[in-house]
């Protein structure tokens, strides 16, 4: 059956997946909260980045450092310089734009990040590109809109208190880079990864959990010596692929790698490769995979007057270590598993379920508990119980059978135990597999080798 996002979105709020931010004070624009089951997959999805990219990755190491960072940072990274969007307000109603946005939803395939400001204003007079709220052709001229967030440290607050809220994760990576590869004795090529949130004043934040102005992001600096002779950006490539098809069970169908052109690179960029996503409003950047080049350490180098080189022990040479970076969202993530999970199945008669098909690494719980009747309540929980000691599992005692299984499907548990009274008798269960809806009967003794198998 056909899915819409306007149902997911609904479904997700309802089974405490994802809830509108503030929203008993009418809610904050484009903020979004987890709720006890998003956090929960949000959880298992760091967990399984951070083991395939850092903890079981011989070659890499992890860092947490700091949101807040001084804001000489962001002057060398070239945040402070070039970090902002164009932006341009509709005459008439006065609602405001991203100029190359508005050029890009106009003609898909148009790439309207390669214009200058100039040549941006004169695409949309010629086309005559109406506002999308008031049908308009009538716009100011593109101004720069700086997407950091700023805010003061201390009791000033003057252009010395200035600091910003980190856009991107990396560049706390950067900064550390001596400091970690000093004390763990790392030699090239290695990769450091962190998992943390950063911030952005998106002008045209949207599309449900896609582009919000706080998001979290798994990013790896990869250093490697630039004349090794490998390619570590197909390498990477390579690497990110197979984590979303065998890790997070990514479909195909779903995905795509699209290389930027050249006029489309980002300045600290000379190559860069996206993976897209089917979303339901069509093809987006979920993942970039982009070679720095030494870019960012050259210019930090350059500014803090630190020297940041590495001696090959090999050729007693120094080198400045070039980049390559898999940077992902994790909320993005989370709209792409999410839409790819939930599935509206036709079952016999005018019967239908909602079920989140999501891979058994990410779900919420893995088995859920039930007892069929009020009096086999207590030898359910002991069973429950003792699944807990070494499974994600939850206990359902209320409602009829067929209910208690749909809710187990909205929410994506993949078995389902139900206890009867023959259980009392033969010491067996019932087990009830998500996906195939199929049914065995196991022995009790047996259950916890059983799922051992599944997970
Ligand atoms: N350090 C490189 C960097 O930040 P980016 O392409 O700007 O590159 C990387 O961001 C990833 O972070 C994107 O592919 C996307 O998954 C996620 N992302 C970026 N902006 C976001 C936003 N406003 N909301 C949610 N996710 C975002």
Redesign the pocket.
């Known amino acids: 059956m056909t899915k819409n996002m306007e149902e997911m979105i609904n479904h997700l709020k309802a089974q405490g997946f994802v809830f509108q931010g503030s929203e008993i004070y009418g809610g904050l624009a484009n903020s979004w909260d987890y709720g006890p089951l998003g956090a929960e997959v949000k959880a298992k999805l760091k967990a399984e980045w951070w083991n395939y990219f850092v903890k079981k990755n011989p070659m890499n190491i992890g860092l947490d450092s700091s949101i807040i960072l001084n804001p000489k940072v962001w002057k060398a990274s070239g945040h402070i310089d070039g970090f902002n969007d164009p932006l341009i307000d509709c005459k008439k109603c006065g609602s405001r734009w991203r100029a190359d946005k508005l050029i890009e939803e106009f003609d898909e395939t148009v790439i309207a990040g390669a214009m200058t400001d100039l040549e941006m204003e004169a695409y949309i007079k010629e086309h005559q590109i109406k506002c999308a709220k008031c049908g308009e052709s009538n716009f100011t001229n593109i101004r720069k809109f700086a997407l950091m967030f700023k805010t003061n440290q201390g009791v000033l607050e003057d252009e010395s208190s200035t600091v910003f809220l980190r856009?991107?994760?990396?560049q706390g990576i950067f900064i550390n880079f001596k400091n970690s590869q000093r004390a763990l004795r790392k030699k090239l090529p290695f990769g450091i990864g962190q998992i943390g949130k950063?911030f952005?004043n998106?002008i045209t934040?949207g599309n449900f959990?896609?582009?919000?102005?706080e998001?979290e992001?798994m990013?790896l600096e990869f250093f490697y010596n630039p004349n090794d002779g490998e390619n570590w950006f197909e390498y990477w490539i390579d690497k990110v692929e197979t984590f979303l098809t065998h890790k997070l069970y990514m479909n195909k169908e779903y995905y795509r790698i699209r290389k930027h052109e050249a006029d489309e690179l980002?300045h600290y960029s000379t190559q860069t490769s996206?993976i897209e996503f089917k979303f339901p409003f069509g093809w987006g950047?979920?993942?970039?995979i982009?070679d720095r080049g030494n870019f960012d350490l050259n210019a930090h180098q350059a500014a803090s007057g630190e020297e940041l080189t590495y001696l090959d022990p090999q050729t007693n040479q120094k080198v400045l270590p070039h980049v390559i970076?898999p940077?992902?969202?994790v909320?993005?993530?989370m709209l792409a598993i999410m839409w790819q999970a939930y599935t509206v199945e036709q079952l016999e008669g005018d019967n239908s379920r909602i079920v989140m098909k999501l891979p058994y690494t990410l779900v919420p719980y893995h088995v859920a508990v039930m007892p069929l009747q009020k009096q086999l309540n207590e030898p359910a929980k002991q069973l429950f119980e003792k699944l807990l000691e070494t499974f994600d599992a939850t206990y359902d005692e209320t409602g009829n059978v067929g209910k208690r299984y749909r809710r187990q499907d909205a929410i994506g548990t993949p078995f389902v135990i139900t206890y009867d009274f023959d259980s009392l008798e033969d010491h067996k269960v019932t087990i009830r597999e998500r996906d195939s809806m199929l049914q065995e009967r196991i022995e009790i003794s047996k259950i916890e080798e059983y799922l051992k198998q599944k997970f």
């Not at 856009?167 to 990396?170: G, K, N, Q």
């Not at 959990?209 to 102005?213: E, G, K, L, V």
């Open positions: 856009p991107e994760t990396a950063s952005r998106e934040p959990i896609f582009r919000t102005r998001f992001q990013e980002a996206d950047e979920l993942w970039g982009a970076e940077s992902v969202g909320e993005r993530m």
